[in-house]
């Protein structure tokens, strides 16, 4: 038998001799995760939809574009039609990173998106919505895993009861019950279906063939993904959700449409089956760019 002592001093000295596992900037990526833009420098385009945010709209674009971001970014608004001064509040932007796009009628927040997408010219983009429900500087850390080589598709999850505040209970449950759905649908096992922080490719994005114009687009990003067997790595981030009363625009007939965006998608024919790049857009470089009705008004236009 051996002697206690005797194990304990083969224990300290494996010990001892254990290498060192800690991730430093210059090893290679454990896994190359990155199909849609492998070899490409990382550029961040951040999408703004906006309608009837007057209120928070000049913070929100100030504090995003004065955050600092580990590569190139640019920030693309969509006023959505808007009834009170968001437009006006836009048109004061004087930033070369900024672009400001107006839509003559209110079209819907995933109409906004799809706008904004368009308009886009970085390798990923990130919704980021203008209520300032998040905070900026968690989208720079969504970047890392990316910047590595781990991953293409980052979301931020929103852990229920952790740096986050949740105005609703039942919109908190909502969440967590089509999370649980969406899981159960696609063999998953993703936190948070309806986090708005979606880090995706821009010609990933761009294939997915999208039809949902209002809420539903954010169900249907996920739903398509889940659908081509990819899953998101995710990322914690905090959140501050505001009520009904203080502008928050969803309800339950969403979460209605949500389920049946989720059904389509899983029984439906997959519409994406191989990793593409995203086809090139110019960007003439200036003052921040405005559109208003389709046409560029300003010193810099998209092309």
């Not at 190359?32 to 009837?52: F, I, Q």
């Not at 852990?159 to 969406?182: D, E, K």
């Not at 502008?247 to 029984?267: A, H």
Request: hydrophobic share 40%.
């Amino acid at each position: 038998m051996v002697p206690p002592s005797a194990s304990r001093r083969r224990f300290v000295r494996r010990s001892s001799n254990t290498p060192n596992l800690s991730v430093v900037a210059s090893d290679p990526p454990v896994q190359v995760g990155r199909p849609w833009t492998r070899g490409r420098d990382v550029k961040l385009s951040v999408l703004m939809p906006a309608y009837n945010e007057a209120a928070t709209i000049e913070r929100a674009v100030r504090v995003v574009l004065g955050t600092p971001f580990p590569c190139e970014i640019e920030l693309i608004v969509v006023n959505d039609g808007s009834k009170d001064r968001t437009g006006e509040l836009l048109d004061n932007i004087r930033d070369p990173r900024a672009h400001v796009h107006h839509h003559p009628r209110n079209m819907g927040k995933g109409a906004a998106l799809q706008t904004a997408a368009a308009l886009a010219s970085g390798t990923h983009i990130v919704p980021f919505d203008a209520d300032l429900e998040y905070e900026p500087a968690d989208v720079a850390r969504m970047l890392d895993p990316i910047l590595a080589g781990r991953c293409d598709i980052v979301y931020g999850t929103r852990l229920f009861g952790a740096n986050t505040v949740y105005q609703s209970y039942r919109h908190a449950m909502g969440n967590r019950a089509l999370t649980l759905a969406a899981n159960l649908l696609f063999d998953s096992y993703l936190s948070d279906l309806h986090t708005c922080l979606k880090l995706v490719p821009l010609g990933l994005f761009r294939q997915l063939d999208l039809k949902e114009s209002g809420f539903g687009l954010d169900t249907e990003i996920t739903a398509k993904i889940l659908k081509l067997g990819v899953r998101p790595f995710e990322v914690p981030v905090s959140y501050h959700s505001r009520s009904i009363a203080m502008g928050k625009k969803i309800t339950w007939i969403d979460g209605i449409e949500c389920l049946q965006v989720l059904s389509r998608i899983r029984f439906g024919k997959a519409t994406v089956s191989v990793p593409g790049a995203p086809a090139p857009v110019r960007v003439t470089r200036g003052a921040a760019v405005h559109h208003r009705d389709g046409e560029p008004v300003g010193e810099a236009a998209v092309g």
